[in-house]
T-cell receptor
Framework: SQQGEEDPQALSIQEGENATMNCSYKTSINNLQWYRQNSGRGLVHLILIRSNEREKHSGRLRVTLDTSKKSSSLLITASRAADTASYFCATDLYSSASKIIFGSGTRLSIRP | DTGVSQNPRHKITKRGQNVTFRCDPISEHNRLYWYRQTLGQGPEFLTYFQNEAQLEKSRLLSDRFSAERPKGSFSTLEIQRTEQGDSAMYLC????????????FGPGTRLLVL
């Protein structure tokens, strides 16, 4: 069963707009990560946020974590065509921090 | 390039044949992971190694699957008697030995079983 689920499953926005993706998970975690995957390629790590952190920034990316609601969001500001990809959240399990479990992803399309 | 590498990048095989994939992790990383990803889904955990020890295996890893990391460096994943349902992208990742560290992924091996 999935630990994390992304919402929406697909998102299409105009270049320059902001994109927000959400992730919900079921059990307690140590940390949550966001990855990007271009079509047919490997995953690129974007950002890791630990359970004691609430917000983290990296360039045009902003990630929030609400452990009380078991949810996270990824905001991409000023989107570009190159941001077109699938975005996955991945959570470890508090009881087994070695293994991470991925959601099914959000497919983001940026329209020129 | 000092990232995770995987070979081959693509493999087409006939049902019933055996296939073997190789993963070379980032050199200073002690942990190595294998995942499987089917179209439209996120990666699913298969197994992981701490150095040469295989510490956890998913129930997804049937008896036809075997993974090794004999010297604690590169790893191989073998699938025996392949089935069409084995068609997927097989991803390898590595991380430092500390718990909760970022996993860095290779480009994957795409397997097609005819």
């Amino acid at each position: 069963s999935q630990q994390g689920e992304e919402d929406p499953q697909a998102l299409s926005i105009q270049e320059g707009e902001n994109a927000t993706m959400n992730c919900s998970y079921k059990t307690s975690i140590n940390n949550l990560q966001w990855y990007r995957q271009n079509s047919g390629r490997g995953l690129v790590h974007l950002i890791l946020i630990r359970s004691n952190e609430r917000e983290k920034h990296s360039g045009r990316l902003r990630v929030t974590l609400d452990t009380s609601k078991k949810s996270s969001s990824l905001l991409i500001t000023a989107s570009r065509a190159a941001d077109t990809a699938s975005y996955f959240c991945a959570t470890d399990l508090y009881s087994s921090a070695s293994k991470i479990i991925f959601g099914s992803g959000t497919r983001l399309s940026i329209r020129p | 390039d000092t990232g995770v590498s995987q070979n081959p990048r693509h493999k087409i095989t006939k049902r019933g044949q055996n296939v073997t994939f190789r993963c070379d992790p980032i050199s200073e990383h002690n942990r190595l992971y294998w995942y499987r990803q089917t179209l439209g889904q996120g990666p699913e955990f298969l197994t992981y190694f701490q150095n040469e020890a295989q510490l956890e295996k998913s129930r997804l890893l049937s008896d036809r699957f075997s993974a090794e990391r004999p010297k604690g460096s590169f790893s191989t994943l073998e699938i025996q008697r392949t089935e069409q349902g084995d068609s997927a992208m097989y991803l390898c990742a590595s991380s430092p030995s500390a718990e909760g560290e970022t996993q860095y992924f290779g480009p994957g091996t795409r397997l097609l079983v005819l």
